[in-house]
């Protein structure tokens, strides 16, 4: 998947997610506690994980197109406010922010070659998408699942 998909992909799932949140606290507190109580457990943790999912798809995408500094602090505050992943994932595509391929020779020749390390991070990323998928399980289960306890 290329990195502007894999972004705006990222970016719609986050927005679900809190879409599902909002509607979730809503029957808690307006239409229907005891069925609220539950979804919004579920709900939480679901847009826990797209939370943390969207801020490490940012990073890794924003690595590979060579963003500078506000660029990645806009990404990763978009997540906080409902829905501004979207819009975030709007400005990006229209500005012609995110690049069209991994490690594109046209960003390179703009920008100067990738510093190292951040290269091995996003080629690590790239090449492993089932150790990626077993760290996102391992992060919903250890950081997100005790909210599921109450």
């Not at 406010?81 to 500005?95: N, Q, S, V």
């Not at 391929?101 to 996003?122: D, M, N």
Request: proline share 5%.
């Amino acid at each position: 998947m290329h990195p502007s998909r894999l972004l705006h992909v990222v970016s719609t799932i986050e927005a679900c997610t809190w879409a599902f949140l909002i509607v979730a606290m809503l029957t808690k507190y307006v239409w229907a506690p005891e069925l609220g109580d539950v979804l919004v457990a579920f709900a939480g943790a679901a847009h826990g994980t797209a939370f943390l999912l969207y801020l490490f798809v940012s990073t890794v995408v924003g690595v590979n197109a060579r963003w500078r500094w506000w660029m990645f602090f806009l990404a990763w505050a978009s997540s906080v406010p409902p829905f501004f992943t979207l819009l975030f994932d709007w400005f990006a595509h229209r500005r012609d922010l995110v690049s069209a391929s991994w490690f594109a020779p046209e960003v390179e020749r703009e920008h100067g070659e990738l510093h190292p390390r951040l290269a091995g991070v996003v080629r690590w990323t790239m090449s492993r998408p089932i150790t990626q998928a077993a760290t996102a399980i391992a992060a919903f289960l250890f950081i997100l699942t005790p909210s599921l306890a109450n």
